[in-house]
């Protein structure tokens, strides 16, 4: 059970079973955090969002490990506890590479365990990219989407695109602000107190990483539907973030019956609202139950 309580620094604080954990050769390093379960029923491995890192899922992987389950969270290039410029990549395809390491730590470590993948908001149209990659469609059971960021909103002004296009040609590393602010994540004030205390995340990023995601979600909404595991989606009724109108439209159309949805009544940060119980129960329900196992 959740902590109901409490202040939320503590309930997203890393306790001593969150054990920091670091792959790849050559540097950078991809640095993370496991909380590790001897005989795990599944592995799930947690993909954070934009703005976000690793620590915004802790309370949640303790409460998965209590569940039966091993939870690995990666946090991306340049965010959490990795090294790197925060809010800059070179190619999208850097971040499939960093979940790829993050995967196969999880097999070695649990051979013969189902891996699945949970991205929150941008972490989830990262999970796709990578299951849509070469060969990581057999190494992956499934992929839970919170609120998904297939569509979001607010979006630049076009004007702003142009100064991005621009800069992405004659100025790559020229930041912009992410537009979505804090406020868009949630409408309890402690949990807005705790986000915007929070120096983990990228808070503007680079014309060119502004760019590679732009190429990366268009090439998404055209791919996913040669999608072969099944996907479930966990939306928020109340979100004002992800375009959930849009986003079933598409994952719908794409997907048809190897998407299933379950809806909250909630803010964006579904790990960080009062309905944060039942979303780990699902999740622990979809990976445990079979319901993830039938495939196209």
């Known amino acids: 059970m959740l902590c109901e309580g409490g202040r939320v620094a503590d309930r997203l604080a890393f306790t001593a079973r969150a054990q920091p954990l670091r792959v790849g050769e050559p540097e950078p390093f991809v640095h993370g955090y496991a ?19 690793a620590q915004w899922f802790a309370e949640a992987a303790e409460a998965l490990v209590d569940r039966g389950l091993a939870v690995y969270a990666v946090d991306r290039r340049g965010s959490g506890s990795s090294p790197a410029v925060r809010g800059d990549v070179a190619s999208y395809c850097t971040w499939y590479g ?76 020229t930041r912009f602000p992410v537009p979505q602010r804090d406020d868009l994540f949630t409408r309890d004030p402690d949990v807005l107190a705790w986000i915007a205390s929070d120096s983990g995340g990228a808070r503007t990023l680079t014309a060119r990483c502004l760019l590679q995601i732009n190429h990366m979600v268009r090439r998404l909404r055209r791919e996913v539907g040669q999608l072969r595991v099944p996907v479930l989606v966990l939306e928020a009724a109340r979100d004002r973030l992800a375009h959930n109108a849009r986003n079933r439209a598409l994952l719908g159309r794409a997907l048809g019956d190897r998407c299933q949805w379950q809806t909250f009544d909630a803010e964006h940060f579904l790990l960080a609202e009062p309905c944060r119980d039942q979303v780990v129960e699902a ?4 990976v445990t139950q079979g319901k993830e196992h039938v495939r196209c």
């Open 35 to 53: 909380w590790r379960h001897p005989h795990p029923a599944a592995t799930l491995v947690l993909v954070h969002g934009l703005q976000s890192h």
């Open 98 to 173: 960093e979940l790829d390491r993050v995967v196969r730590l999880a097999q070695e470590e649990h051979p013969g365990v189902p891996v699945h993948l949970v991205g929150h908001c941008f972490g989830a149209n990262v999970a796709l990219g990578y299951a849509l990659s070469s060969g990581a469609g057999t190494t992956v059971r499934s992929i839970v989407m919170l609120t998904p960021g297939l569509y979001v909103h607010p979006d630049y002004t076009p004007a702003q695109k142009l100064r991005i296009l621009a800069s992405g040609r004659l100025a790559p590393l």
């Open 283 to 286: 999740l622990a329900e979809w």
